[in-house]
Nanobody, 123 residues
């Protein structure tokens, strides 16, 4: 089982940027499809972006053009660059992994989760 630890969350003004990181350990990172999900209070956990071992990526419509997912297989690290943030992006952001070459957009398909990092965007 791979263990995941996120970092990089914080408080930012609308229009600002943040970069989230997720460090993986305990598995062969390149064997895993990786994803970012987020969960706002009272809401379901929703897919943000996912990436295959080779860098192929998928985005939720709500973040396309603003967020960029990337990974460094040599450093066992997943990233999420978030630009032009708005208050609707406020949530706890989670890193997820599944030993697969397929990117799933459903949270239940992922077996490994980080503890989450809070992102708050003020208006």
């Amino acid at each position: 089982q791979v263990q995941l630890v996120e970092s990089g969350g914080g408080l930012v003004q609308a229009g600002g940027s943040l970069r989230l990181s997720c460090v993986a350990s305990g598995g062969i990172f390149s064997h895993y499809a990786m994803a970012w999900f987020r969960q706002a209070p009272g809401e379901e956990r929703e897919f943000v972006a996912g990436i295959r071992w080779n860098g192929a990526s998928v985005y939720a419509d709500s973040v396309k053009g603003r967020f960029t997912i990337s990974r460094d297989n040599g450093k066992n690290t997943l990233y999420l660059q978030m630009n032009t943030l708005n208050p609707d992006d406020t949530a706890v952001y989670y890193c997820a992994a599944r030993r697969s070459s397929v990117i799933y957009t459903i949270a239940a398909m992922y077996h490994n989760w980080g503890q989450g990092t809070q992102v708050t965007v003020s208006s």
